[in-house]
């Protein structure tokens, strides 16, 4: 039997979670430290992973299939594919650096419950986060559905409370305001993503209905799906397949989140910390594109198809408004929430051009989004945390006091308008590019964003960094060596992939391949006229 490392990798974080929920109350500085080394034994094992995985292998590889609930044809099935493996890596790249930036945001819980010893918020603080990671990386291994929904449902739970019970203390109304706002925020984001999951269970039932009709026997299995679709035992109806997709795509976009339905976003990454808005948009809203990729064009591609130009359409909507919502803000998080509703509609439509540069262009898009938002909103804590106000009205002139937090947030800043020469500009272009070839008007419409995306990023660091110091950030502090460890590597990475974007694009291409001919789908041949 071969050693379980994918088992082991998503196992690593939710060991973690409950050893560092049962260190005792007075040991706060020590559920700091467990809870940072799991983390960073999670990312040893997501490098062993990717080292051992082969781009030019099998699809899913290091795989496990044990019998879970026989009688309903669920299996615990885990496998690694080239998209996957990269968004797993993202996962545990980025947590160890949430950890870190959130090291002192459960101190002011702390004083709330000093009278109380039996609450223990750092411990439960940075349980949660760890139990988020865990099971974000079972979901981009699930080759199950039904093994895939239940931790995409799960992870909703400790997400909540990291939004509703540890949330941003600078708010401009004070403390009892902000706590209602938290609390708002915290159920909106539960109970739309509770909508979407409700949906995708029924879906999921269906599925499992109509394999146990064609097949004699009910599966969730993507393999045994995709080989009984191949060999031709499994013929889906056109309607009762676009239903099912329907299913899952809903509970996919308000996870990506894609408008109309991502009002949810700016209000949970407005009122969480810093370092949990990152791993909302950053990691865990990855899920609902990646998911589109692995389940709605693996399992639905005729109603993928079907569905193509509603989508594209979508997308291009959640483009152009979240990057006009985000001209328009006054509120740094909310303007960064904003961006990163624009940035997932470029995702989207990058899957749904159905191109080989589509769907690259997606995949490194999840991956560069997730660094470069890391980055702007990280700093933007720090920034945030030194003033206490989220108002941008609020600063001005802070590069003259502390010019090293003003640079890397205009690095980041850079990174999310999708710069040449930073990672983002790579996946930007290879969207664009591959969603002209095919669609040429919704490439052109998709373009306009980049100009909004200038827009919103240079006024926002115009406004808070340069121009008179004003009196309020008179006396603030540059970056910190903790904060300095927090950015310095993510930025160093922004550089190396977007001058050598090729360790990834090698991994990210055969499994693009093995997408494309799930949908039936070839590039489209240039439309150049040869020369005579």
Avoid at 77 to 96: F, K, N, Q, R, Y
Avoid at 117 to 125: D, E, L, N
Avoid at 205 to 228: C, R
Avoid at 429 to 439: A, C, D, E, I, P
Wanted: hydrophobic share 55%; charged share 15%; aromatic share 10%.
């Amino acid at each position: 039997m071969s050693f379980p490392l994918l088992t082991v990798t998503a196992a690593v974080p939710a060991v973690g979670a409950i050893a560092t929920a049962a260190v005792p109350a007075a040991r706060r500085t020590a559920a700091k430290w467990l809870a940072l080394a799991a983390s960073l034994l999670t990312l040893v094992l997501a490098a062993v992973v990717l080292v051992r995985f082969d781009p030019g292998g099998d699809r899913y590889q290091l795989t496990e299939s044990h019998a879970w609930i026989s009688d309903f044809g669920v299996r615990y099935e885990l496998g690694v594919d080239g998209i996957g493996a990269v968004l797993m890596a993202l996962t545990a790249l980025l947590i160890p650096f949430v950890i870190l930036a959130g090291w002192h945001d459960p101190d002011a819980a702390e004083e709330r419950a000093a009278s109380d010893r039996r609450w223990r918020p750092t411990q439960g603080f940075f349980a949660l986060i760890l139990a988020v990671e865990a099971m974000v990386i079972i979901s981009f291994l699930a080759t199950d559905v039904f093994l895939f929904y239940i931790f995409f449902e799960a992870m909703l739970i400790p997400l909540y409370f990291l939004i509703g019970g540890f949330g941003d203390r600078a708010h401009s109304q004070g403390e009892e305001e902000g706590s209602r706002q938290r609390s708002y925020a915290a159920v909106k984001f539960l109970l739309y993503n509770l909508a979407g999951g409700l949906i995708m269970l029924a879906a999921v039932i269906g599925l499992y209905a109509v394999t146990a009709d064609q097949l004699g026997e009910g599966t969730f299995s993507l393999q045994a799906i995709a080989d009984a679709r191949a060999a031709g035992e499994l013929d889906m109806a056109t309607n009762t397949e676009r239903l099912l997709f329907l299913g899952f795509f809903f509970a996919f976009a308000i996870k990506a989140p894609l408008w109309p339905l991502h009002t949810w976003l700016p209000n949970a990454m407005g009122e969480s910390t810093a370092p949990v808005a990152v791993l909302i948009t950053a990691v865990v809203d990855k899920v609902g594109t990646f998911a589109m990729l692995r389940f709605c064009l693996g399992l639905f591609p005729g109603a993928s198809e079907w569905a193509t130009p509603v989508v594209i359409v979508l997308a291009l909507v959640s483009i152009i408004y979240g990057a006009l919502l985000a001209v328009g803000q006054r509120d740094i998080k909310r303007l960064i929430a904003y961006a990163s509703i624009s940035h997932f509609g470029f995702i989207v439509l990058g899957v749904f051009a159905m191109t080989s540069q589509g769907h690259s262009g997606a995949t490194l898009y999840m991956v560069n989004h997730g660094i470069s938002t890391a980055v702007l909103m990280l700093v933007a804590g720090f920034l945030i945390s030194r003033r206490g106000s989220r108002l941008i009205a609020d600063y001005g002139g802070v590069q003259k006091v502390a010019p090293v937090l003003a640079g890397t947030f205009l690095v980041g800043g850079l990174a999310t308008l999708s710069l040449p020469g930073l990672a983002p500009f790579v996946s930007e272009f290879l969207v664009l590019v591959g969603t002209f070839s095919r669609y040429p008007a919704a490439g052109v419409v998709a373009t306009v964003a980049i100009v909004l995306a200038a827009l919103y990023v240079l006024v926002l660091y115009q406004r808070t960094m340069t121009g008179e110091v004003k009196d309020s950030v008179k006396h603030m502090p540059d970056l910190r060596p903790r904060e300095l460890a927090v950015v310095t590597p993510l930025i160093a990475l922004l550089i190396l992939l977007g001058v050598f974007p090729k360790p990834l694009t090698e991994i990210v291409n055969p499994a693009v391949e093995h997408t494309l001919s799930d949908v039936e789908k070839h590039d489209p041949a240039p439309d150049v006229e040869a020369a005579k």
